[in-house]
């Protein structure tokens, strides 16, 4: 039996056509009408923060670090200047593989792996977005080259010009201007991120840091268009930035030189002051480094040699060095004992070689075995006898002694912008007390009265003494700048004035420290000799290492640096003071014989005309 043919239902099918094309234009309605809210709300509800993200991938901001202030010295030498340099640079964001970014600069620019460890910690330090970090500086031509020819290999990496800090003087200001570094973590966290925005350097030590506000500057900005890669196309809006402030300095650049050369090879500090004003004239302390070395970074070999070195060369002498001043402090001592009533200018005492307490046995020593006899004030002064400052200091007592040490500024900082500057220590009963736990015993009283024991002070602080004498009592404090551009002068902190009940005194204590310097057995009679003016000062030997009871000193037999350091302090011209000097030279054992000669030159260059070029060289005589 056949099947029934089924025959085809076109009002069916085009039923079902006409259903889907329904359900089709719904959901594309629908999906049209999402797509038009959504538009909506992007473009209208959320206009300003996807401009403003927009904008933000096609304009950035970059920071324009500031000119830092130069360094001068009081006649116009420039100590610290900036210098154009060419660094290579790296935007941490625009860099897609950094691993292969540093193997390729590796192998293009001679890279050590030290060098890569360095510009890695550099990028990992705190910044801003898209802000560039220098990791290479001073590129020379052929550096600069191959990067140009590799650029399309390195998104992110670039060559810009900047300034970088340079001292032209090297070693010569090192201590005294000091330096600037790259800004570190710490110092990161302690400064103002937007004033020191595409700024990588602070100072570090001396002048740089302690006028680090003056010299900085105000950071300016530019609005930049880029492209996708990263590169400018074009500057939008630019606020230049404010150069920071000149400063110049009361150093002279000539005396530094002639100070330099006197102390030679030697070890030491030489200080030279003005009384008038305080102002800083010479400033040594040597050996020295090169402060460039660290502007860029230093590595960690140069770096190690500097730090490991005997001669200590980043030890700052003037302001960090402590030393037993020895006798440079007996005329303070000995107007003590005039202005207590303690003892008289006349007032004598029997010298045999040596002191002993009432009940003991045990004999400090004069640096003169065999004794010089009666002596009054200025005979021990003039001949620097211990004998008669350990019975004047036996007669004061540590308490007024201390008192009147402390006036002078012993054991006190006492610059206004050396911040480096230790305090020194001028004992006490209660500073053993408090430090020791031990009583304080007659015996050191006698030791403190020549300089000795205990006693440390900074050849700076010497300088300031002695420039209190030639000031008879006016406290000027000792300060490095001189002006900054449209800045007024720091204000002073200045201590009392030192008043003595006869200030007669000054006149005859430095009649005695001239006898120093002019009489027949002044102990720098020698170094005195054929000067055109009068100068006063004194004379000082300070011990590294005791002497056993009974035993003589014998250069010979101890290491060079074991020997007795050689101490002078003294001002010129006595009449009128224009400078006092300090002078300290390490084991050099003999004040008069050595460190008052240098002395002696840094007055000859201060207070007579020449026309002796400036020049840090040895083969210069001053």
Known sequence: MAKPIHLKDHSSDAQIVHRRLVLAAVFMALMLAALVARMYHLQVNQYEYHSTLSENNRVHVQPIPPG?????????????????????????????????????????????????????????????????????????????????????????????????????????????????????????????PVAYAGTHYIGKTGVERFYEDTLHGKVGYEEVETNARGRVLRVLKRTDPVSGKDITLHLDSRLQAVAEYALGNRRGAIIAIEPETGGVLAFVSQPGFDPNLFVTGISFRAYGELRDSLDQPLFNRVLRGLYPPGSTIKQMVALAGLDTGTVTRTSRVFDPGFYQLPNHSHKYRNWNRSGDGWVDMRHAIVRSNDTYFYDLAHKLGIDRMHDYMTRFGLGTRVSIDMFEEAAGLMPSREWKRNARRQPWYPGETLITGIGQGYMLATPLQLAQSVSLVANRGVWKRPRMLMHAEGEPPTEEDTPPNIELRNPADWDFIISTMEDVMHAPNGTARNAALNAPYRMAGKTGTAQVVAIAQGEKYDSKALQERHRDHALFVGFAPVENPRIAVAVMVENGESGGRVAAPVARKVFDAWLLPSDEPLEFTAEVQP
Not at 102 to 117: A, G, P, V
Not at 136 to 161: C, H, K, S, W
Request: charged residues 30%; proline residues 4%; glycine residues 4%.
């Open 68 to 192: 830092r202030g130069r360094i001068y010295d009081r006649n116009g030498i420039v100590l610290a200047d900036n210098r154009a340099s060419f660094s290579l640079n790296i935007t941490r964001e625009r860099i897609p593989d950094l691993d292969g970014t540093f193997e390729l600069l590796k192998s293009l620019m001679d890279l050590t792996d030290e060098d890569i460890e360095r510009s890695r910690r550099r990028l990992m330090q705190s910044r801003r977005p898209f802000e560039s970090v220098p990791v290479m500086f001073e590129l020379t031509d052929e550096q600069i080259a191959r990067i140009a020819v590799n650029q399309f290999r390195l998104p992110g990496v670039e060559v810009q010009a900047s300034f970088v800090r340079h001292y032209p003087f090297a070693e010569h200001f090192a201590h005294a201007v000091g330096y600037v570094g790259r800004i570190n973590e710490q110092e990161m966290r302690r400064i103002d």
